[in-house]
């Protein structure tokens, strides 16, 4: 694994020695032919939502454990609360291709075949998902996509995958915008609709130039299950939660339907505390970010079923104005985000990064909110809002008085306003 970092950390410099090149061609908009076809587009006009083997499993996947997750994720009411999309990440493949030069899924893993397992993801309602990679290997070792874009897509196709998140590992000298924008070609060849979720890192500043080659886009490195501490892994970083947070402000105007910055899958349930947890799943939902779970689903405890099925936070993930929050203003550790809703009404979310429990008093008409981006704005000394304590599923009175509260250390307090 270490070798497969280095290339990592490889590609990360290479990226930041080519930020001028890609600025310098960001301008041209990008012409593909997947924007060209109006059957195949719209494929996420809402953040996309589903489940990913990578943050708990990494490698460690086969036939047996999936189906039992496949099944996990309905029964558990994840399907049901919106989630859609069920991905194999990295590991599903053999260590080489076959004598045609045709991907194979480890037998071992896959007895049944890659087919007959999607087949199963689609008995049940959902869309199926698959990993690779863009350069000669993944980054755990397996054959990489390169100079197999066309056959690969139309494998995928034949399997009827739905979703395929593409990586950045061993790419060499290989031009990011390029490469993304031939495998975009590659699956809208083959005419099924293949949602492309962009894998590198953010290290050619794809918020410039993927919208219209995929629906999604890995703004920063790999999360790590840390609230706000990164975790040093040798030759690269893990980031945590609020570090990610943190470089989200900067690329909120390239956030929208079917172009969504990507600030990694979910840790919830993977290890932190349940108020870190709610943290981290708001905090996603404000940002209007994909929701793709990375826990297993077969061991998850009710609270954080309560956190990933609750309806009304990702309702604020979901909204159809598809606009990611601000950050309004930063003190002591004491934030609060807000996010303009479809219905005229807000999402503002108050977030205590702190080691101790925070009061607030918040007084609505000295806060009046201003949205440059969206032109939305708020002027209390006007209208009214109504206030909803979205975690605590209580009214919590209108903007017209002064909301006070707790907020507990590492929590955040979540409130949707609705105009009277
Ligand atoms: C990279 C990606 C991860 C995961 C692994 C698989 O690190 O960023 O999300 O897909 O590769 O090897």
Redesign the pocket.
């Known amino acids: 694994m270490k070798a497969?970092y280095n290339h990592?950390i490889l590609t990360g410099l290479i990226g930041l020695l080519t930020v001028n090149v890609v600025l310098a061609q960001s301008e041209a908009p990008v012409q593909t032919q997947k924007s060209a076809n109006a059957k195949i587009t719209n494929l996420a006009p809402t953040p996309p939502m589903g489940w990913n083997s990578?943050n708990t499993f990494?490698?460690r996947i086969d036939e047996k454990l999936l189906r039992d997750m496949v099944d996990t994720f309905v029964s558990s009411g994840m399907r049901d609360a919106g989630y859609k999309y069920f991905t194999l990440?990295?590991?599903w493949m053999s260590m080489e291709r076959d004598q045609n030069g045709q991907l194979v899924a480890d037998p071992k893993k896959f007895p049944s075949g890659m087919k007959a397992f999607a087949d199963y993801v689609h008995s049940k309602g959902l869309k199926f998902g698959i990993?690779n990679c863009a350069g000669d290997k993944?980054?755990?070792g397996y054959p990489g996509t390169r100079g197999h874009e066309y056959e690969d897509a139309r494998l995928y196709a034949s399997w009827g995958v739905d979703l395929l998140?593409y990586?950045w590992?061993n790419t060499d000298s290989l031009n990011a915008r390029e490469a993304y924008i031939t495998m975009a070609r590659a699956l809208q060849a083959t005419g099924r609709p293949v949602l492309f979720s962009l894998?590198e890192?953010g290290n050619h500043q794809p918020w410039l130039w993927a919208n219209g080659v995929g629906e999604m886009y890995?703004a920063t490195?790999?999360i790590t299950a840390n609230f706000d501490k990164d975790k040093h892994m040798g030759t690269w970083t893990a980031l945590s939660v609020l570090t990610i947070v943190d470089k989200q402000p900067a690329i909120r105007q390239y956030n929208g339907p079917n172009h969504w910055n990507d600030p990694?899958?979910l840790e919830v349930g993977n290890g932190m505390s349940f108020a870190e947890d709610k943290a981290h799943f708001s905090l996603w939902c404000m940002l209007a970010a994909p929701l793709i779970a990375g826990n297993d689903l077969r061991k998850m405890s009710e609270q954080t079923k309560n956190i990933l099925t609750n309806k009304a936070v990702i309702a604020i993930d979901q909204d159809a104005l598809g606009v990611a929050a601000y950050r309004n203003s930063s003190e002591n550790g004491l934030e609060t985000w807000v996010k303009p809703l479809s219905d005229g009404g807000w999402a503002v979310c108050f977030l205590n990064r702190s080691d101790k429990a925070q009061d607030i008093t918040y007084n609505w008409a000295k806060n009046p909110l201003q949205d440059s981006f969206s032109r939305r704005t708020a002027d209390f000394t006007g209208a009214v809002y109504r206030l909803h304590d979205v975690w605590a599923k209580k009214d919590v009175g209108t903007t017209r008085g002064l909301f006070k509260t707790s907020i507990p250390a590492r929590d955040v307090v979540l409130l949707l306003l609705t105009q009277k």
Do not use: L, N
């Open positions: 497969i990592i990578w990494q490698t990440d990295d590991g990993y993944t980054c755990a998140k990586d590992c894998c890192w890995r490195g790999d990694d899958m």
